[in-house]
């Protein structure tokens, strides 16, 4: 795996490989020009302020790329310019306009997700772009995603027949695994080699264990000395699966029979007492409560199908120099 500082440094590479599939066109130099649609250039620049976004959108959600992955960006880049202009084309050609507070709110949930303004700039100093630029690009982006929406995406349906074919042929997806709803009591330990700070934490909860021996209430111990959000809730957690625990949590939770209170369970931020509240086995959903996910699913499926189909007829009938 690659970690998202190496990843910066092959964009100059990655801009070189795309420079390499260009072919000269009038006018302008070979090194400058990636590929030409309807007469509107795209630019090695383009291409490395594509890749710069890219990139630093992926810091953003914390990914990790391969070296496949990266190795595949080139051409990645150049498709997804194309695409992107032929569309902006046909917006323009269908006079489709939209709403400047759209703009502006699209780019309000931008900054929202990446956080605070020092977060921001980061953001905008990774990425290459002024937040003018920025805003320009959401503009354009909404311009064409309501070009497909008004030409492709609200012709779509997703009938009932559909949905209840698509339960009985991947009967599979639609199993709910084995759940436990428990209650924990947590106590931190801080990460490390200070033995002196864990030790005061295991004493903390063995003094915790002792009085749940005695009678105390789990519930009201938790409100008063667990260390966790839950604990508002008497450390109650809801029901969970084994792969949403730390693994020696789930362990431990599914030992256990409902009513039966854990032993001291250590895990990689703390120590637990665990009260197993209820278990649920796996059982075969209903199909009125997976409806609304087969929809979705269904539906994005003949989107993402259209969609393409839509920008192949386009590229048919463009003028496209690479």
Known sequence: ???????????????????????????????????????????????????????????????????????????????????????????????????????????????????NAAAFDAYLKSSGLSEEQLRERIQKGLIVKRLLHREVIRRIKVSEAEMQAFFSRYPEFFIRKDQVRVRQIFIAFPQGNDLSARGDALLRIQSIQDRLRQGADFAALALEHSEDPSNAKGGDLGYLERAQMIPSFAEAAFALQPGEISDIVESRIGYHLIKMVDRSPASQMAYRNTRTKIERTLRRNKEKAAAAAYLAKLKSQANIIR
């Open 1 to 115: 795996m690659q970690p998202i500082f190496q990843f910066h440094r092959l964009l100059p590479a990655i801009v070189a490989m795309l420079i390499g599939f260009a072919t000269p066109c009038p006018g302008q130099p070979a090194q400058d020009r990636l590929a030409v649609v309807h007469d509107v250039p795209i630019t090695a620049q383009d291409g490395m302020n594509e890749a710069a976004v890219i990139a630093a959108d992926i810091q953003l959600r914390n990914l990790m790329w391969t070296k496949k992955q990266i190795a595949g960006l080139s051409k990645q880049v150049l498709a997804t310019l194309i695409d992107r202009e032929l569309l902006y084309q046909r917006a323009q050609q269908r006079n489709i306009k939209i709403r400047s507070q759209w703009i502006e709110r699209a780019l309000m949930d931008l900054k929202a997700k990446i956080g």
